[in-house]
DNA sequence: CAGTGAGCGAGCTTCCGCTTGACTT
C-alpha cells in the first residue's frame, strides 16, 4: 500500500500525474464533484441560516467508498482539485466525506501538468480556503433556491414541467429578444454603385463610397457619368499588421469549430474529450488563454525548425473576461511537434485546428500593405475608390486565420493592378445594385455560447449542456428555415448606354440556428415581467461580485445569501399568489368563409389555431383546430396564413379505389393512402400535389420498403434483417439489434440472429444493459421513498 | 408518430457546475 493518495478531479490528468511521482505515491480521481445538495425541496434549511444537506450523489458512492478505503491506509493524503472555487469546494467535500484528518491532509495546486509543475506543487502545500469553499456554497445555494423557486411558479403560471434558472432563462431571453429584432427589422435598400476599369489588360474594381436612396438619384448619378473621363487622382500606400488570436478557450474552440467544421457544440466537446482521454491536447474545459513555460518554448522550437525564426514570436496572453477562474491552461497541443495524429476523421479536423491555433499564437505578426486608390470622374466631385492589399509577410498566416460570425462579403483583400497617379482608366461598365439593410443575425449555438461568456453567464462546463437544455425544454429549436424571394433592381451602366433590370434573389435562409418556440417566447415574458432583477443581463455579474468577496473573506456567505433571499422570496410568493396566467392568446380576426372569429393559442400539445367560439349553452357548433407549424410563431403568424392551415387534410385523388390524402404532420408533409404514410419531398408542395405525383412517390416509397427487407425468419415472423440508414440491423417485433462487426447480413442464420436477441451473453452490450435495468429499479425504489416520505409529512400535519 | 384542444385531480416536474461513461435507428 502506497504512503501517499493524490486526489484529483479526471481520470486522464490522475494517469499522467501518476507517472511524475513515482511508487511512493497512488494517485486517484474523484470524477468532479462527489457531493451535492440533496434532491428535493428540503435540501437547504432557510430558517437555519441556510444550512446546506449535501449528499453523496449515487453515480459517485463506488468512487467514494474506494477514496475511503485508500485514504484510511495512507499516511498522507494530498488533495489536487483545480484552483478555482468549485475546485476548492470539492476538496473540502472530499476532506469531510473522507473524514480525513487535518494533520495528514494536504491541500495542492498546479496549472500545468509537467513533472516540475508537479513536485514544486508537492513541496508547496496549503491548507483549504474555506472563504473560497463559501463562495462556492454561495454560488450553489443561489442557484437551487432561484431554480426551485422561479420553475414551481412556471408550473402553477404557465405549464408543468417547465424550468427557470439564473442561466437558462437569459439564454433563452437573448433568443427571443433577438427573434423580435428581426421580426420588427424595417429593412431599407440603398443603391450600391461599383465600376469595373481596364487596366492595362488587368481589371480593377472600385466602388463609390456613397450609397443612393432611390433609383432615381442611382439614374442621374449614372446619366452624368455618360462621356466622362476617370484618372488615377491619388495613390494612398500604408503599412497595416495583423496579429494572431490567443489559443483557444472552451467557447472560442466551440466558436471555431461551429465556423469552420460545421461541428454543434456537444459534438465540439466530445471529440475534445477524447484528444484529451488520448493525451493529445490538454484539458478542454478552460476560460484561460495562458500558455505554460514549457509549452512556450515548445512551440518556439516548432516555429524555429519549421518556419524559421523570422516567424517567431514567443508570447503570454492574459484573459481579459472578469469571470476567468484561471485553473487550467488554454487548450492546447499537449506536444506541438505531434502534428498530426491518429483517429476518426473528427479526431484529425478537431485536433489539426487547434494545433495551428495555438502555433500561431505564437508566431509573428502578418505584414501588410493596403493601397487606397482614387478615381476622379471628368464630369462631378464624386469620386471611386479602389483598395488592395498586398502581404509583404505571412507570419502566422502562414498556418491558421481566424473566422468571422459576420457574413458580408464585401471583405476585398484583392491585389491592385500598377497604378500611376494621373493615368487615364478604361471604364468597362458601372452597376448600381440595390442592396437592402440586414438585421443582427439570428444566434447559432456557438455564438449564443459567445454571447453568454462575454456576459459572464455559465461556465466551460455548462456552456454546452445549457444550450441543450433549453433546446429540451422546448424553449428553443434548432432549425433550418427556408429563405424568402424578393426582388431588386440592377442599373446598368455600358458604352454610354443604361440598362434597366429587376432581379430575383433569396434572401434571409438560415442553417442550424436557434429560434423561439411560444413556450420559449411566454415564459421569458412572464419571468421579465415578475423577476426584471434575475432575468437583467447583470445580475450573475453583480452576484459574482458578491461571491468574490465572500472568497476574500470580506462577506459572510449566509449573510450574502439572505439579503437576496428575503427579496426575491417575496416576489415569488406574490406573483404565485397575483400573477394571472401568461398565454399567448391572440385573435387574428374573421375567417371570410365562416365570418367566424380566428384565434391562436398554446394548448396542450402546443400552438394551434382554431376558427369559431368553444361550444356552450348557446352555441352547440364545436370550433375547428389545426396545429400550427414548426416555422410559425403566435406573435406573428397573419390571418391569412392561420387560415391556410385548415385547407389541410386535402383529398388528392383516388389510387386503387383508396383516398389519397396530403397532410402535414410530425414530421413534415405527407400523403395517406391505405393507411400507409408518404413523405412528401420539399420539391413539392403539400397544397397544389397532383394525384399523378402522389402515385409516383407512392410507388418509389414501395420500392424502397421492398429492398429494406433483406430476410424474414420462416422460424419466428417476428425476426427480420433490414437495410436501415446505417445499413443492416436485425429487428425482433418492435426492438431492432446491432449486428456484431464484420457479419453479412446475408449469411447470418436464424440461430445466429434469436442468438443476438435472446442471449446477448458474456459482450459488454449485455452487462450495459443490466446496468440500465439497475439504474432503472434503483430509480423506482428512490421515487417510492420519496412518496412515503411526503406521506408521512402530510400525516404529522 | 401522422392528431389531438371537456374537466377533474393525484403525482410529478425544477437549478448550476464538476466529472465521465453508456447510450445511439
Not at 442561466?167 to 469595373?196: D, G, M, P, W, Y
Not at 393512402?673 to 413523405?679: C, E, K, L, P
Not at 418509389?700 to 434483417?721: G, Q, S, T
Amino acid at each position: 500500500m502506497s504512503k501517499n493518495l493524490v486526489i484529483v478531479e479526471s481520470p486522464a490528468k490522475a494517469k499522467t500525474i501518476e507517472k511524475f511521482l513515482g511508487e511512493n505515491y497512488t494517485v486517484k480521481s474523484c470524477y468532479g464533484h462527489i457531493r451535492d445538495l440533496a434532491k428535493g425541496d428540503d435540501a437547504i434549511d432557510i430558517k437555519n441560516d441556510f444550512l446546506p444537506h449535501y449528499e453523496v450523489s449515487d453515480d459517485k458512492k463506488a468512487v467514494v467508498a474506494e477514496l475511503i478505503k485508500l485514504s484510511k491506509a495512507a499516511e498522507t493524503v494530498w488533495l489536487a482539485s483545480d484552483e478555482d472555487r468549485e475546485g476548492e469546494a470539492i476538496s473540502w467535500h472530499l476532506s469531510e466525506v473522507l473524514g480525513l484528518d487535518i494533520k495528514k491532509t494536504k491541500r495542492i495546486v498546479f496549472h500545468e501538468i509537467t513533472k516540475p509543475a508537479i513536485l514544486k506543487a508537492v513541496e508547496n502545500p496549503r491548507l483549504i480556503d474555506k472563504n473560497l469553499v463559501d463562495a462556492q456554497q454561495a454560488r450553489r445555494v443561489l442557484d437551487r433556491l432561484v431554480g426551485f423557486e422561479l420553475s414551481p411558479v412556471l408550473w402553477k403560471k404557465v405549464r408543468p414541467s417547465l424550468s427557470a434558472g439564473r442561466v437558462q432563462s437569459v439564454a433563452v431571453k437573448l433568443i427571443v429578444e433577438r427573434e423580435r429584432e428581426i421580426n420588427h427589422f424595417n429593412s431599407s435598400s440603398a443603391f450600391k454603385i461599383t465600376a469595373k476599369f481596364n487596366v492595362g489588360g488587368k481589371q480593377m474594381d472600385a466602388e463609390l463610397p456613397k450609397r443612393f436612396d432611390t433609383e432615381a438619384e442611382a439614374m442621374a448619378f449614372l446619366e452624368k457619368c455618360k462621356n466622362a473621363t476617370f484618372n488615377i487622382k491619388n495613390l494612398e500606400v500604408k503599412p497595416a499588421e495583423k496579429s494572431p488570436a490567443a489559443p483557444f478557450t472552451t467557447s472560442t474552440l466551440q466558436q471555431e469549430a461551429s465556423r469552420k467544421l460545421g461541428f454543434g457544440v456537444t459534438a465540439t466537446m466530445s471529440v475534445a474529450q477524447k484528444l484529451y482521454e488520448h493525451g493529445f491536447i490538454t484539458y478542454m474545459r478552460t476560460d484561460s488563454v495562458n500558455l505554460s513555460e514549457t509549452a512556450i518554448q515548445n512551440a518556439k522550437e516548432n516555429i524555429l525548425n519549421n518556419y524559421g525564426e523570422r516567424y517567431s514570436s514567443p508570447k503570454k496572453y492574459t484573459t481579459k473576461s472578469d469571470s476567468a477562474q484561471e485553473a487550467h491552461e488554454a487548450i492546447r497541443p499537449t506536444y506541438f511537434e505531434k502534428q498530426e495524429i491518429d483517429g476518426t476523421a473528427q479526431e484529425k479536423r478537431l485536433y489539426d485546428l487547434i494545433w495551428k491555433r495555438a502555433i500561431a499564437s505564437q508566431m509573428s505578426k502578418a505584414q501588410i500593405e493596403r493601397t487606397l486608390a482614387t478615381v476622379s470622374i471628368s464630369t462631378m466631385a464624386e469620386t471611386f475608390t479602389a483598395t488592395g492589399e498586398v502581404l509583404k509577410f505571412d507570419g502566422f498566416l502562414k498556418v491558421y486565420l481566424e473566422s468571422t460570425d459576420d457574413e458580408s462579403d464585401d471583405e476585398n483583400s484583392k491585389m491592385l493592378p500598377p497604378l500611376k497617379v494621373g493615368e487615364v482608366l478604361n471604364l468597362i461598365n458601372i452597376d448600381a445594385t440595390e442592396r437592402f439593410s440586414r438585421p443582427a443575425p439570428r444566434y447559432t449555438e456557438a455564438s449564443l455560447v459567445k454571447k453568454l461568456e462575454e456576459l459572464g453567464i455559465g461556465r466551460p462546463s455548462t456552456y454546452a449542456p445549457t444550450i441543450g437544455t433549453v433546446q429540451k425544454r422546448g424553449y428553443v429549436v434548432k432549425e433550418d428555415r427556408e429563405g424568402k424571394e424578393r426582388n431588386f433592381t440592377v442599373l446598368f451602366f455600358e458604352n454610354n448606354t443604361i440598362s434597366r433590370a429587376v432581379k430575383n434573389e433569396k434572401y434571409g435562409s438560415e442553417k442550424s440556428k436557434l429560434f423561439p418556440s411560444d413556450i420559449g417566447m411566454v415564459v421569458t415574458d412572464f419571468l421579465a415581467k415578475h423577476f426584471e432583477n434575475i432575468m437583467d443581463y447583470g445580475f450573475t455579474a453583480s452576484v459574482e461580485e458578491e461571491f468574490d468577496k465572500i472568497a476574500r473573506g470580506q462577506l459572510v456567505w449566509n449573510k450574502m445569501i439572505s439579503k437576496f433571499y428575503t427579496p426575491f422570496h417575496k416576489e415569488v410568493t406574490d406573483t404565485s399568489a397575483n400573477a394571472e396566467r401568461q398565454n399567448a392568446e391572440r385573435s387574428l380576426g374573421i375567417d371570410p368563409e365562416s365570418k367566424k372569429p380566428v384565434i391562436v393559442k398554446v394548448g396542450k400539445y402546443g400552438p394551434y389555431a382554431q376558427i369559431g367560439e368553444n361550444a356552450d349553452d348557446t352555441n352547440t357548433e364545436k370550433p375547428r383546430y389545426a396545429s400550427l407549424r414548426s416555422n410559425q410563431l403566435i406573435e406573428t403568424i397573419t390571418l391569412e396564413e392561420a387560415i391556410d392551415l385548415f385547407k389541410l387534410p386535402r383529398v388528392i385523388g383516388l389510387y386503387e379505389e383508396k383516398e389519397m390524402k396530403a397532410a402535414i404532420g410530425r414530421f413534415g408533409p405527407y400523403i395517406v393512402h391505405n393507411s400507409v404514410f408518404t413523405t412528401i419531398p420539399k420539391t413539392d408542395d403539400v397544397f397544389s400535389i397532383t394525384s399523378e405525383r402522389a402515385i409516383e412517390l407512392i410507388e418509389e416509397k414501395r420500392l424502397k420498403d421492398a429492398n429494406k427487407l433483406i430476410k424474414v425468419f420462416v422460424e419466428d415472423e417476428n425476426l427480420k434483417l433490414l437495410n436501415g440508414r446505417w445499413g443492416p440491423y436485425l429487428a425482433y417485433g418492435k426492438d431492432n439489434y446491432k449486428l456484431p462487426k464484420g457479419s453479412d447480413a446475408n449469411t447470418l442464420t436464424f440461430d445466429d440472429c434469436i442468438k443476438l436477441v435472446k442471449i446477448p451473453s458474456s459482450d459488454s452490450k449485455a452487462a450495459a444493459n443490466k446496468k440500465v435495468a439497475k439504474k432503472v429499479a434503483v430509480k423506482k425504489v428512490a421515487a417510492k421513498k420519496v412518496a412515503l416520505k411526503k406521506a408521512a409529512a402530510k400525516k404529522k400535519k
